[in-house]
């Protein structure tokens, strides 16, 4: 092989690697925000139902007493 060949083929190799890595690197990252997806999703459904328990507190009690008061019949 001829020296410029030899260095095309390492050229070549090298690019492969790179964007092997790349993709790795990608699917990681896809993966991390996936994670903070979900969680964020969490988070706001949780602040969801808290700011609905402070706006309604009756109705947690309601609730509350309601349960075990049936509990006990």
Same mark, same amino acid.
């Given at each position: 092989?001829?020296?410029?060949?030899?260095?095309?083929?390492?050229?070549?190799? #090298? +690019?492969?690697? &790179?964007?092997?890595? =790349?993709?790795?690197? @990608?699917? #990681? +990252?896809?993966? &991390?925000?996936?994670? =903070?997806?979900?969680? @964020?999703?969490?988070?706001?459904?949780?602040?969801?139902?808290?700011?609905?328990?402070?706006?309604?507190?009756?109705?947690?009690?309601?609730?509350?007493?309601?349960?075990?008061?049936?509990?006990?019949?």
């Amino acid at each position: 092989m001829s020296s410029s060949l030899k260095r095309l083929s390492k050229t070549e190799k #090298k +690019l492969e690697d &790179d964007e092997e890595a =790349a993709e790795e690197a @990608l699917a #990681k +990252l896809q993966e &991390d925000l996936s994670h =903070a997806v979900n969680r @964020l999703r969490r988070i706001r459904q949780i602040k969801k139902k808290v700011k609905e328990r402070i706006d309604n507190p009756f109705d947690f009690i309601f609730v509350y007493i309601f349960y075990f008061h049936a509990s006990y019949e």
